[in-house]
Protein backbone atom coordinates (compact mmCIF):
# COMPACT_ATOMS: atom_id res chain seq x y z
CA UNK A 1 0.00 0.00 0.00
CA UNK A 2 1.68 3.57 -1.06
CA UNK A 3 1.78 6.22 1.82
CA UNK A 4 1.10 9.41 1.44
CA UNK A 5 4.36 10.31 0.33
CA UNK A 6 4.14 8.46 -2.42
CA UNK A 7 1.33 10.22 -3.81
CA UNK A 8 1.52 13.63 -3.10
CA UNK A 9 4.66 13.49 -5.58
CA UNK A 10 3.40 15.30 -8.50
CA UNK A 11 6.74 16.79 -9.78
CA UNK A 12 8.78 13.46 -9.10
CA UNK A 13 10.00 11.86 -11.64
CA UNK A 14 8.68 11.71 -14.93
CA UNK A 15 9.22 7.84 -15.31
CA UNK A 16 7.59 6.95 -11.99
CA UNK A 17 4.42 8.92 -12.74
CA UNK A 18 4.28 7.30 -16.34
CA UNK A 19 5.13 4.03 -14.97
CA UNK A 20 3.85 3.26 -11.02
CA UNK A 21 6.29 1.50 -9.00
CA UNK A 22 5.20 0.33 -5.77
CA UNK A 23 8.50 0.75 -3.96
CA UNK A 24 7.32 1.79 -0.03
CA UNK A 25 10.55 2.84 1.50
CA UNK A 26 8.36 5.10 4.39
CA UNK A 27 10.90 2.69 7.15
CA UNK A 28 14.30 2.94 5.10
CA UNK A 29 16.87 5.63 5.72
CA UNK A 30 19.00 6.75 2.68
CA UNK A 31 21.78 8.54 2.12
CA UNK A 32 22.95 9.94 -1.32
CA UNK A 33 26.53 11.68 -1.84
CA UNK A 34 26.70 14.36 -3.87
CA UNK A 35 22.51 15.28 -4.48
CA UNK A 36 23.03 18.44 -4.52
CA UNK A 37 23.19 18.55 -8.75
CA UNK A 38 22.77 15.93 -11.42
CA UNK A 39 22.19 12.14 -10.97
CA UNK A 40 22.32 12.11 -7.26
CA UNK A 41 19.70 14.45 -6.63
CA UNK A 42 17.74 12.82 -9.08
CA UNK A 43 18.10 9.35 -6.97
CA UNK A 44 17.39 11.44 -3.67
CA UNK A 45 14.08 12.83 -5.19
CA UNK A 46 13.05 9.20 -6.72
CA UNK A 47 13.67 8.02 -2.93
CA UNK A 48 11.85 10.75 -1.04
CA UNK A 49 9.06 10.30 -3.82
CA UNK A 50 9.07 6.60 -2.29
CA UNK A 51 8.61 8.11 1.47
CA UNK A 52 11.83 7.23 2.13
CA UNK A 53 13.71 9.18 5.45
CA UNK A 54 16.47 10.62 2.50
CA UNK A 55 19.95 12.71 3.23
CA UNK A 56 21.93 14.39 0.99
CA UNK A 57 25.18 14.62 1.63
CA UNK A 58 26.51 17.67 -0.54
CA UNK A 59 29.94 19.49 -0.41
CA UNK A 60 28.51 22.84 -1.49
CA UNK A 61 25.94 23.59 1.95
CA UNK A 62 24.17 26.44 -0.08
CA UNK A 63 23.70 23.91 -3.05
CA UNK A 64 22.99 21.56 -1.00
CA UNK A 65 19.89 23.95 0.86
CA UNK A 66 18.44 24.87 -2.63
CA UNK A 67 18.38 20.89 -4.19
CA UNK A 68 16.77 19.87 -0.53
CA UNK A 69 13.98 22.58 -0.78
CA UNK A 70 13.57 21.56 -4.15
CA UNK A 71 13.20 17.75 -3.48
CA UNK A 72 11.04 18.23 -0.46
CA UNK A 73 8.54 20.69 -2.27
CA UNK A 74 8.35 17.87 -5.62
CA UNK A 75 8.06 14.80 -3.60
CA UNK A 76 5.59 15.83 -0.88
CA UNK A 77 8.50 14.29 1.82
CA UNK A 78 9.19 16.35 4.78
CA UNK A 79 11.23 13.76 5.92
CA UNK A 80 14.39 15.68 3.88
CA UNK A 81 17.61 16.60 5.19
CA UNK A 82 20.53 17.89 4.14
CA UNK A 83 24.12 17.33 5.60
CA UNK A 84 27.44 18.93 4.48
CA UNK A 85 29.69 16.25 3.45
CA UNK A 86 33.63 16.83 0.99
CA UNK A 87 33.74 13.23 0.26
CA UNK A 88 37.33 13.96 -0.35
CA UNK A 89 38.10 14.87 3.74
CA UNK A 90 38.87 12.28 5.44
CA UNK A 91 38.10 14.94 8.65
CA UNK A 92 34.99 15.50 6.66
CA UNK A 93 33.90 12.21 6.38
CA UNK A 94 34.23 10.86 10.20
CA UNK A 95 32.45 14.21 11.18
CA UNK A 96 29.55 13.45 8.33
CA UNK A 97 29.10 10.24 10.16
CA UNK A 98 28.70 10.96 13.52
CA UNK A 99 26.20 13.34 12.56
CA UNK A 100 24.55 11.24 10.41
CA UNK A 101 24.42 8.61 12.86
CA UNK A 102 23.56 10.67 15.64
CA UNK A 103 20.14 11.63 13.69
CA UNK A 104 19.14 7.79 13.13
CA UNK A 105 19.64 4.07 11.78
CA UNK A 106 20.91 4.28 8.39
CA UNK A 107 19.30 1.35 5.90
CA UNK A 108 20.25 2.70 2.42
CA UNK A 109 23.96 4.43 0.98
CA UNK A 110 24.31 5.73 -2.46
CA UNK A 111 27.79 6.74 -3.28
CA UNK A 112 27.35 8.93 -6.10
CA UNK A 113 29.60 11.93 -5.68
CA UNK A 114 32.42 11.73 -8.29
CA UNK A 115 34.60 14.64 -10.43
CA UNK A 116 36.25 14.22 -13.33
CA UNK A 117 39.66 16.58 -13.15
CA UNK A 118 41.12 18.25 -16.47
CA UNK A 119 44.39 18.94 -14.86
CA UNK A 120 46.11 16.54 -11.74
CA UNK A 121 45.41 18.33 -8.48
CA UNK A 122 45.99 17.00 -4.99
CA UNK A 123 43.43 17.30 -2.39
CA UNK A 124 43.21 18.42 1.45
CA UNK A 125 44.49 14.98 2.67
CA UNK A 126 47.50 14.70 -0.10
CA UNK A 127 45.82 12.46 -2.54
CA UNK A 128 45.24 13.29 -5.95
CA UNK A 129 41.59 14.68 -6.23
CA UNK A 130 39.87 12.16 -8.18
CA UNK A 131 41.34 9.04 -6.75
CA UNK A 132 40.37 10.56 -3.13
CA UNK A 133 36.71 11.81 -4.29
CA UNK A 134 35.76 9.04 -6.39
CA UNK A 135 37.64 5.82 -4.75
CA UNK A 136 38.86 7.07 -1.49
CA UNK A 137 35.60 8.81 -0.91
CA UNK A 138 32.94 5.61 -1.95
CA UNK A 139 35.40 3.12 0.58
CA UNK A 140 35.81 5.59 3.65
CA UNK A 141 31.84 6.45 3.77
CA UNK A 142 31.14 2.77 3.83
CA UNK A 143 33.27 1.53 5.85
CA UNK A 144 32.45 4.20 8.50
CA UNK A 145 29.12 3.67 7.95
CA UNK A 146 28.97 -0.11 8.63
CA UNK A 147 29.05 -0.39 12.19
CA UNK A 148 25.17 1.47 11.78
CA UNK A 149 23.92 -0.27 8.73
CA UNK A 150 24.79 -3.49 10.65
CA UNK A 151 22.90 -2.24 13.66
CA UNK A 152 19.67 -1.57 11.13
CA UNK A 153 19.85 -4.35 9.19
CA UNK A 154 19.12 -5.41 6.67
CA UNK A 155 20.66 -2.63 4.30
CA UNK A 156 22.21 -1.91 1.25
CA UNK A 157 25.40 0.31 -0.57
CA UNK A 158 25.45 0.98 -4.66
CA UNK A 159 28.10 2.38 -6.03
CA UNK A 160 27.72 4.43 -8.52
CA UNK A 161 29.76 3.65 -11.33
CA UNK A 162 30.59 2.93 -15.09
CA UNK A 163 31.11 1.03 -17.61
CA UNK A 164 33.54 2.99 -18.92
CA UNK A 165 35.92 1.66 -16.36
CA UNK A 166 39.51 0.36 -16.94
CA UNK A 167 43.32 1.42 -16.50
CA UNK A 168 43.74 0.88 -12.87
CA UNK A 169 47.26 0.72 -12.17
CA UNK A 170 47.28 -0.27 -8.02
CA UNK A 171 51.23 0.93 -8.60
CA UNK A 172 50.33 4.21 -9.81
CA UNK A 173 46.57 4.73 -8.40
CA UNK A 174 47.02 8.50 -7.88
CA UNK A 175 49.34 8.90 -11.78
CA UNK A 176 52.56 9.93 -10.04
CA UNK A 177 54.45 8.03 -12.79
CA UNK A 178 51.99 7.71 -16.02
CA UNK A 179 51.27 10.91 -17.88
CA UNK A 180 47.90 12.52 -16.32
CA UNK A 181 44.54 12.34 -18.83
CA UNK A 182 41.41 12.87 -16.68
CA UNK A 183 39.46 10.68 -18.14
CA UNK A 184 42.30 7.81 -18.10
CA UNK A 185 42.13 8.88 -14.19
CA UNK A 186 38.37 8.71 -13.87
CA UNK A 187 37.83 5.28 -15.55
CA UNK A 188 40.47 4.05 -13.08
CA UNK A 189 38.70 5.08 -10.93
CA UNK A 190 35.28 3.71 -11.66
CA UNK A 191 37.06 0.16 -11.96
CA UNK A 192 38.28 0.58 -8.68
CA UNK A 193 34.80 1.71 -7.63
CA UNK A 194 33.10 -1.60 -9.25
CA UNK A 195 35.97 -4.00 -7.50
CA UNK A 196 35.14 -2.33 -4.06
CA UNK A 197 32.13 -2.97 -4.46
CA UNK A 198 32.62 -6.59 -5.33
CA UNK A 199 35.26 -6.98 -2.20
CA UNK A 200 32.45 -5.21 0.09
CA UNK A 201 29.81 -7.55 -1.09
CA UNK A 202 31.73 -10.63 0.96
CA UNK A 203 32.29 -8.54 3.94
CA UNK A 204 29.04 -7.58 4.44
CA UNK A 205 27.14 -10.49 3.52
CA UNK A 206 26.87 -12.19 6.29
CA UNK A 207 25.45 -9.17 8.20
CA UNK A 208 22.22 -8.68 5.61
CA UNK A 209 23.96 -5.93 3.64
CA UNK A 210 24.02 -6.54 -0.19
CA UNK A 211 26.66 -4.33 -1.91
CA UNK A 212 26.17 -3.39 -5.58
CA UNK A 213 27.87 -1.55 -8.54
CA UNK A 214 25.76 0.19 -11.00
CA UNK A 215 25.91 1.84 -14.63
CA UNK A 216 23.62 5.20 -14.98
CA UNK A 217 24.57 5.57 -18.63
CA UNK A 218 26.10 8.11 -20.59
CA UNK A 219 24.70 11.00 -18.99
CA UNK A 220 24.90 15.20 -19.77
CA UNK A 221 25.82 16.66 -16.42
CA UNK A 222 28.06 18.61 -14.38
CA UNK A 223 30.58 16.00 -14.36
CA UNK A 224 32.54 17.33 -17.13
CA UNK A 225 32.26 20.69 -16.97
CA UNK A 226 35.94 20.78 -16.66
CA UNK A 227 36.57 18.77 -19.46
CA UNK A 228 36.99 20.43 -23.07
CA UNK A 229 33.73 20.45 -25.45
CA UNK A 230 35.47 17.98 -27.88
CA UNK A 231 35.10 15.60 -25.39
CA UNK A 232 30.72 16.45 -24.82
CA UNK A 233 30.97 16.15 -29.13
CA UNK A 234 32.35 12.55 -28.90
CA UNK A 235 30.61 11.23 -25.85
CA UNK A 236 27.25 12.32 -28.14
CA UNK A 237 29.27 10.20 -30.92
CA UNK A 238 29.81 7.42 -28.41
CA UNK A 239 26.03 7.03 -27.62
CA UNK A 240 24.09 7.80 -31.07
CA UNK A 241 23.88 11.63 -30.33
CA UNK A 242 21.13 11.30 -27.87
CA UNK A 243 23.32 11.50 -23.91
CA UNK A 244 20.68 10.80 -20.92
CA UNK A 245 18.84 13.30 -18.48
CA UNK A 246 19.76 13.16 -15.21
CA UNK A 247 16.65 12.01 -14.38
CA UNK A 248 17.32 8.75 -16.90
CA UNK A 249 20.50 8.22 -15.60
CA UNK A 250 18.90 8.08 -12.05
CA UNK A 251 16.59 5.18 -13.30
CA UNK A 252 19.06 2.19 -12.54
CA UNK A 253 20.78 3.49 -9.44
CA UNK A 254 17.20 4.42 -8.02
CA UNK A 255 16.23 0.77 -8.50
CA UNK A 256 19.22 -1.23 -7.43
CA UNK A 257 19.03 1.11 -4.16
CA UNK A 258 15.13 0.73 -4.03
CA UNK A 259 13.92 -2.58 -5.32
CA UNK A 260 12.98 -5.05 -2.99
CA UNK A 261 14.11 -7.81 -5.00
CA UNK A 262 17.86 -7.05 -5.06
CA UNK A 263 17.97 -7.01 -1.90
CA UNK A 264 18.32 -10.68 -2.26
CA UNK A 265 21.56 -10.97 -4.56
CA UNK A 266 24.85 -9.30 -3.21
CA UNK A 267 27.90 -7.92 -5.54
CA UNK A 268 25.93 -8.02 -9.24
CA UNK A 269 26.32 -5.13 -11.54
CA UNK A 270 23.69 -3.61 -13.02
CA UNK A 271 23.18 -2.20 -16.51
CA UNK A 272 19.57 -0.29 -17.30
CA UNK A 273 17.88 -2.10 -14.51
CA UNK A 274 19.18 -5.80 -15.63
CA UNK A 275 22.33 -7.91 -13.84
CA UNK A 276 25.06 -8.58 -15.66
CA UNK A 277 28.04 -10.19 -15.98
CA UNK A 278 30.62 -8.88 -13.02
CA UNK A 279 33.93 -7.69 -14.61
CA UNK A 280 36.72 -7.86 -12.63
CA UNK A 281 35.33 -9.59 -9.99
CA UNK A 282 37.51 -12.97 -10.48
CA UNK A 283 40.58 -11.46 -9.67
CA UNK A 284 40.29 -12.15 -5.82
CA UNK A 285 44.00 -11.33 -4.81
CA UNK A 286 43.63 -7.91 -6.88
CA UNK A 287 40.35 -7.08 -5.14
CA UNK A 288 42.24 -7.61 -1.75
CA UNK A 289 44.84 -5.80 -3.09
CA UNK A 290 42.41 -3.06 -4.10
CA UNK A 291 40.91 -3.16 -0.67
CA UNK A 292 44.92 -2.59 1.12
CA UNK A 293 45.50 -0.22 -0.82
CA UNK A 294 42.66 1.82 0.23
CA UNK A 295 41.93 1.42 3.98
CA UNK A 296 45.92 2.31 3.97
CA UNK A 297 45.08 5.40 2.34
CA UNK A 298 41.60 6.14 4.06
CA UNK A 299 42.76 5.23 7.35
CA UNK A 300 39.78 2.89 8.03
CA UNK A 301 38.95 -0.81 7.59
CA UNK A 302 35.81 -3.03 7.32
Not at 170 to 175: I, N, R
Not at 196 to 205: D, K, Q, S, V
Amino acid sequence: MLGPAHRAGAAANAYYRANPVKYDLVDRRCIVTGASSGIGKEVARNLAYFGATVVLACRDRDRGSVALQEIANDSGNDRVTMLQLDVSSRASLRAFVKNVTAGGPVHVLVNNAAVMCRERRVGIDGFEQTWATNVLGYFALSNLLLPAMRRAAPGRIVHVASTYARGLDLGDVQFERRRWAGMAAYAASKQADRMLAWRLAEIAARDAISVHACHPGAVGSGLFREQPNWMTRLMRLGSGWALKSAAEGALTPTFVAADPEVSSQTGRWWVDRRARPCPFAADKAQLEALWRVCAEQAQCDA
